[in-house]
């Protein structure tokens, strides 16, 4: 019997390998399929988390460009204030602070501090800079943190500003006197004075007390004044008031020259002068704040060239400070800041910042005497000068020009340079342009004052106001 072969079998053992190549097919097929599902997903994710990424970059850069436009509208505010005169009149020896903005400073504390920290934060979110966004925040945030910086130092100088003005008007008010004088006309040849003649005016004004004028007051030349050293009435006797401040422990005053012999600018009495009579002081005192009385003043010297004098007072009581004088002929340059000391408008300031009750004990029941509103304002403790603020325009060994408000009354007073030391003595206006005043510097006063008390002898013995600081018409 012949053998059948076997090739079922061989048959068998030649597909086994093949199906176990399909396997392993498929599960490399499926193991392809699993691995780009997952690869899938996780672009999905990483797209999601850099677009999220993207939009929160975005809305930093929109809050950072928000934070920059705050910035720069609140360096316009700090840029305002800074340029901004703060006059004040107040009864007060805090004469320059803003009772109207107290909280203001604190607000833009605040938010010089608030965002500070935000830029702070916005900062620590920035890991790495990796792509433009990144790097524009980066800018952004640097930028915004230059200009809070700059803004706080301009925020610091108001302060200080703020602090220094409110540190010379308290110290230096005592020092500043308000000045009354009274003058007549008399006859050089008879030293006979002018009188009005009793039958040309009206008997009703023969009651009135003096005319009360402010030493530049301009009015129309009168030249029929019925007056004459021959008459019976009234003599003829005119009023006013300006400013001066201590310079001396030994009594020393400086102020203007015009305060001294006012007839010589006033236009009223020109008609006065120009028919040989001369003028002569007839009153001529100093009320300082804080003293009950007045003290009778004389004229030393003059200045043969600037509008200047010095006077003597009697006495000087030890309370009142002696204010410090700059030395140096260029202590003040253009566009430094300046104080300005006074009493611009005289009595009309003085009476205007008193309530009804103290208008009425001070003008008293027997009508208007200046003499007895004078010594009742100053027993009451409510002399006081105003200080106006403002900035030196130019500065030169004649004059010093300046924006600091002023008024007729106010000749003679101290300006004050940002040392805490007078620059210089308040002289005249420019009326029509309210932005330019004039001063003369305090060198001219000193070299009057050396004069009668040389410097290396017996120096003025006075307080440094600027330690502890920090930083044409006639009158």
Partial sequence: MTPIPEKNNCSSQHQRPTNSNLLLSAAFLLALTVLGMLSLRQYRQIENLRQQNQRKMSEQLRATNHMVDYLSNLHQCLDTRMRQEVPRGPSDQNALTDTTNQTEPLKIQAGLNDLTERTSQRGAQIDRPGNHKTEQLTTHLSRLTQQIEQSQAW????????????????????????????????????????????????????????????????????????????????????????????????????TNKHVTQPWGISSEYRHVLQAGYKGRLSIFRAYFPGCKFPVDLQVRLISETQDVALLKAEFIESQIPVLPCALEQDSLKAGQSVIVLGYPTGFDMLLARLGQDQLGEVLG?????????????????????????????????????????????????????????????????LRGFSGTNFGIPIQSGLELLEQVIPKETDPPHHVDLAQGSQISQEM
């Fill in 365 to 429: 029941p027997g009508g208007v005497c200046l003499d007895t509103v004078a010594q009742n304002l100053s027993e009451r403790g409510l002399i006081d000068p105003i200080g106006t603020r403002g900035m030196c325009g130019r500065v030169n060994q004649e004059k010093i020009v300046y924006d600091a408000q002023t008024a007729t009354g106010g000749s003679g007073g101290p300006v004050i340079g940002p040392n805490g030391k007078v620059v210089g003595i308040n002289t005249a206006l």
């Fill in 155 to 254: 925020f610091d100088l108001i302060i200080q500003q703020q602090s220094w003005a409110e540190d010379i008007v308290s110290k230096c008010s005592p020092g500043v006197c308000m000045i009354q004088g009274e003058y007549m006309f008399v006859d050089p040849r008879t030293e006979l004075p002018l009188r009005y003649l009793a039958n040309k005016i009206d008997p009703a004004a023969r009651k009135l007390p003096p005319q009360d004028h402010q030493i530049d007051q301009q009015t129309p030349t009168d030249t029929s004044l019925p007056v004459s050293v021959t008459g019976d009435g009234p003599l003829l006797k005119v009023q006013y008031t300006a400013s001066g401040f201590l310079v001396h422990r030994q009594g020393y005053i400086l």
